[in-house]
């Protein structure tokens, strides 16, 4: 389905969507950030850079509360939210990203915590000229419910499910040709992830990195695991227990492969025991695990451990200097 | 999915980020702010990890009196009523000055305001401090002496224009490690680096040149640097003979110190001192950054008027890229100094002792005033042991693990007649309190935090206080109240607005202003842009001084009975005495007991291994803690960090202090160690 959807009948789509679903769409902060919030919390932004809080941290938020054991020994789930999720303003980037974790989670055995949020949310991209300045952001693969896609003064939008459909039913119908072109766009922009990350990921799989290069690029990490923390299709998490009045309180929270800890044994000894191995890690998990486990790479190239990675050490930089330093000729 | 702009409550960086809360308003994680120019859209592992003890379960929620014994549970009335009452009687009995009154570097601006009135206005004593006494009490002194302004000169964007750091006494990638991150990209953008610390800590692998000198012999090294510089001839004479006064007497002061003396004393060897001397005068653009390191000796003012002098020599001061930068460790030790919570001076480092000023505030504020300097907090601590002191207001302070001597400590908060503690968890200082009252953590109210490079800036509330628990400037309005002092402040805004027309630096600052990016001062009025670099024209105090300093060794060096060398501080996961971070999953995690440094070859000496616990024991105190073996101490030196309760360095510390600036020798003293 494509229909075509003016400004005033986007904020339409909007109202109509926030009216059954907790719907978050892009604003910007006070500092100038942009990032998803509460729809009418704010000024609406249409167009900017990535959003900078990850998306999918909305169905795997930093902390999420489990469960709680009360004194006797019985368990409470959290209380189920009252509507499903809407997330609004999502580029290719971020919507693969989502992908690459629905996957990973619903891979048995399923995690029910993160489909507990996941099932019922709706996803809807916004590309075209929706990036900084209006400039061109590549259109998705489809994985979304709804995508609109900015055009001049106003978005087709496409609908890739049941859900998406109804909720476009109303509004008039766009032009094909117009989307036609704007696909073409898109083949012709750019591939969505840099040549150098897929370059990397083969001189990694062909194990052309010696560890000196690690020592060196490990010798910069300052340990803030923001590469992590900011990266979309990182899933691990750790357990905090918390003993309350009440019962005890089960929470997961956002781990990081770049700690000490993270593999430390009881014992004291770390399988990982230093910078060099963990940075080493976290690559090769993106750039050769991944691929060797899903058929492609864990790095949807959103930009954002390069940019939260204070020492400059995220995983484009890495990339490029593992081609610029091991590459053949 | 709500996000609330706010200001990290770690360290004097100053970054923002967004405190994300969740449908049912509680705290779910951290972003850094992508285009505040600290942050820049990142963080370290504090920050991003700054929501996680908001709501943990050991929260103070109530008002607590301790009765008997046993802690009971009180209502605000009756306890502000009994706080007023135990102070004021205090005061009747034995004179305003049998009381103490220590504020935190933890709170906003607007509350260390509050509490340095109430003090002085409301009991009428100058007898208020607070931990700055214990980090950069010497740069404040030192500073106001040499430059005229005891804050970092310049602004953390200088990192990015200078062509030579020159880091002595600060682990900046642990301590303040988005400026250390600054400093790393700086060296792979090419600048040179320098970096002086016994230690080989991270910034150590990327230096040009590492000196390991003697803890304690700072003075020498950079005397030893500046003799080198004149020998050279390298020092900046138009800089000198236009800007600088007193040259003659450092030319004189500095003759001595000749390589191969300078060696002797701090154990380098001679060569390195010199190469030290020519790569730092030859750029053209140098920054001196400078923590704990320096500060925290018996002569920790001599340390500072050193670097200052280094800085004077080469002309390194008032322009970008340069600068004496003194990095402040608490998020908002910089505004509990620029806020007076210190005994000799009001707001804006306005004298006590200046009439002038004195009339100022006592107009302001409608009483009289007190004319001597209060006690520094170091000092207070000794006065109480002794009697002399006999209540004391804590707010937000854990001095029991912050202050050198544990046993002293504890000896002098036993011996009051009164004390009372606010805070935000029971700590080992709220165990000897007698009224314990809950405050509302920074992410619960609202306010200013100054950070290290003088920038003003916005905390905000993102969720309500757990219980009972009240922010600090409405606790601290009742008091004054009680006092019979006006405290109708609608919100920190109104505080805020007192304050500016107090206090000239601060004086256009306002909360409109502090939107975005906050301010640096000097901001003097409403459309000044506020000063990212100081003394461009000329010095604050007009001429900068040279003031010439000799070495003076530790008061208590190793020797026959306690052979090894004390060296404490911090650990990049944790926060001082452990009261928040140790309550953080992530952090506790990483670091989760009490720890000691050793070096392998002093460990098979005296039969030590890794992860063994060891009784550490000085003239002071005995502690156990876990062996590390690690060469990132030198030998004959041993390293723990404060944190730590169960292991605390500070029951074996000296509190031996800076004449001046009465800082206690946190960073040498002697210990013997022996297997558990
Ligand atoms: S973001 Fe950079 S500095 Fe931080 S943990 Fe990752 S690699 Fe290390
Ligand atoms: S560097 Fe300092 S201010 Fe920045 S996040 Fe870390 S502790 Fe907070």
Redesign the pocket.
Known sequence: MLKQLTRSALEHLLQQTAADYRLQVPQRLADGTRQLAPYGSGELSLFGETPQRKPTSAFFPQTEPLLKIDSTGAVQLPAAAEKPLALFGLDAHDLHGIAFIDRFFSAAPADDVYLRQRTNALLIGLTGAAGPDQSFLPLSAGNCDIELIASNDHWLAVAYSETGEQLLEPFPDGDNDRLRALREETSSYRAIRPDSLQKASELLLHDRVPDDFWEAIAARCILCSGCNLACPTCTCFCLQDRQRADGTERSRVWDSCQLDAFMREASGHNPLGSEALRTRRRIHHKLAADPQRWGELGCVACGRCDRACPTGIGIFAVAEEIVKRYEKG | MNATLTT????????N?YLQSDVNGRLSGVEPAGKHP??RGQ??????N?HAFVDHPDRLTAPQLRRNGQLQITDWNSALDLLHDKLSGIAAQYGPDSLMFLSSAKVSNEENYLLMKLARAGYGTNNIDHCARLCHSSTVTGLVETLGSGAMTNSLSCFDETGLIFVIGSNTTEQ????GSRILNAVQRGARLIVADSRKIRLARHADLHLRQQNGSDVALLNGMMRQILQDGQEDTEFISQRTENFAALRQGVEKFTPEYVAQITGLPPEQIVSAARLFAQARRAMIVYAMGITQHSHGVDNVRAISNLALLTGNLGRPGTGVNPLRGQ?NVQGACDMGALPDVYTGYQRVADPAARQKFSTAWGVQLPETPGLMATHAIEAAAAGQVRGMLILGENPMLSEANQGLVRKALERLDFLAVIDIFPTETTDLAELILPAACYAEKDGTFT?TERRVQRGRKALESPGAARPDWQILCALLQRCGLPAEYADPAEIMTETATLTPSYGGISYPRLEGMGLQWPCPDAEHPGTPILHREQFTRGKGRFSPVDYRPSAELPDADYPFLLNTGRTYFHWHTGSMTRRSHLLDREERQAFVEIHPADAKKHRIKERQQVKISSRRGTIAAAAQLTDRVPAGQVFIPFHFAEGAANALTNNALDPESGIPEFKVCAVRIEPC
Do not use: D, M, R
Request: glycine fraction near 12%; hydrophobic fraction near 30%; charge should be positive.
């Open positions: 990290c409550p770690y360290c004097g960086t100053g970054c980020f600290t942050s963080l370290c592992i504090k920050g991003w700054a303040h490690p988005l400026i998020n950070s």
